[in-house]
């Protein structure tokens, strides 16, 4: 099997790569708010393939990457990688990047090849050939609102996001779970990606005086107001359902005791199966490499999920793959992760800022 394994940086030079290998597109932003994202998340495929593909390749053929900007519009990205599909240049798809950009490609592909979906999302229904790896916003942000409303008294809640899907839905789920905790809101808010806003939105909050604030900011809008809220001198609690470790570190980090995040994974959790993650990722990297997060860790349970389902299907023909699907297990940072239903169950973590770093406070689910 090849090693180490190549990424093609241009998806127009994918007909280049060699006969035998099985090519798969790697969708994750290099560009735009989420351009922060995109080293770490390209660092964990590329583990995850070599790993795949020193035990044998998918479906006997090595595994080649070929990187697509998830960081543009929705429609340039579906269009590049409905067309690499189209075309034979790749055979499967593995994504990190915004929903609105998910659900273009979901419609470009319709079915044409699997498309293994790994961040947070907001839920709903599904289409035959994606598969979700993240968590769903009821299992993400409810139990972490449940959390945060007995352990510190948030009862007024301002809901802030980016205007597009995935912040629309989750708030939807939010005002939900709220309201069955006799909670109120006190203010919403969308804002364009790349806004500029962020002290009219802090002088919002100071009139509003919300308890809390569920942030659907994504990258740099989020970090831009993290660094602005820090400036102000508010006092309310913050959850975010997109904060990592990069994204922390961006802000200058948060010793207010009052910035939590709520994600599947968190570089610094101790299971077993994390630090051997850890070491085999710093032997590859080196110690100066993006650090391990949510968003790029995503990116290695994608390639090795991908993997799994061919094994079952022995094939990449999605009707194929759809019948075999549930069921199919892989290891990865956070532990043993089973499809069923085309996504899976895993527990969810409350991290809380501390410096630079995140301290896991809670396990808020368990696993199936």
Excluded at 97 to 122: I, K, M, N, Q, W
Excluded at 202 to 211: C, F, G, K, Y
Excluded at 280 to 285: G, Q
Excluded at 294 to 313: F, K, Q, S
């Amino acid at each position: 099997m090849a090693d180490p394994v190549t990424v093609v940086i241009d998806p127009l030079e994918a007909h280049l790569l060699r006969a035998d290998t099985l090519r798969v597109a790697l969708v994750v932003p290099v560009s735009g708010v989420l351009g922060l994202l995109g080293p770490g998340a390209i660092n964990c495929a590329l583990l995850a393939a070599r790993e795949v593909n020193a035990a044998g390749g998918i479906l006997g053929r090595p595994v080649e990457l070929v990187l697509v900007d998830g960081g543009r519009g929705p429609g340039a990205v579906a269009r590049e990688v409905g067309g690499l599909v189209r075309a034979g240049a790749v055979e499967a798809v593995v994504g990190t990047h915004a929903s609105d950009v998910r659900v273009a490609v979901e419609r470009a592909l319709r079915g044409a090849a699997p498309f293994v979906y790994t961040p947070p999302y907001e839920g709903g229904a599904s289409r035959p050939g994606v598969y979700y790896l993240g968590e769903p916003a009821a299992l993400q942000v409810g139990p972490a609102i449940d959390w945060l409303v007995e352990r510190r008294r948030a009862r007024r809640w301002f809901l802030l996001g980016n205007d597009y899907v995935w912040p629309r839905l989750v708030h939807a789920s939010a005002r939900e779970h709220l309201r069955g905790r006799s909670a109120a809101i006190v203010g919403e808010r969308l804002v364009p990606p790349g806004t500029g806003l962020m002290d009219r939105l802090i002088e919002e909050l100071a009139v509003t005086r919300p308890d809390a604030v569920l942030l659907t900011l994504i990258g740099s809008d989020l970090i831009a107001f993290n660094r602005a809220f820090a400036a102000s001198g508010l006092g309310c609690v913050r959850l975010c359902g997109a904060l990592e470790e990069h994204g922390l570190l961006a802000a200058g980090g948060d010793t207010t005791g009052g910035l939590y995040a709520a994600m599947g994974y968190f570089g610094g959790i101790a299971t077993d199966a994390n630090l051997g993650l850890a070491e085999r990722y710093t032997a590859m990297f080196g110690p100066e490499a993006p650090l391990l997060n949510g968003h790029g860790h995503g990116c290695y349970e994608g390639v090795l999920m991908l993997a799994a389902l061919a094994r079952r299907a022995g094939t990449l023909a999605v009707p194929a793959v759809e019948a075999v699907a549930d069921g199919a297990t892989i290891v990865s940072g956070r532990g043993p992760l089973t499809l069923a239903a085309r996504q899976v169950r895993q527990r969810v973590y409350l991290a809380r800022a501390d410096g630079l770093d995140f301290e896991v406070v809670a396990s808020l689910m368990r696993p199936m």
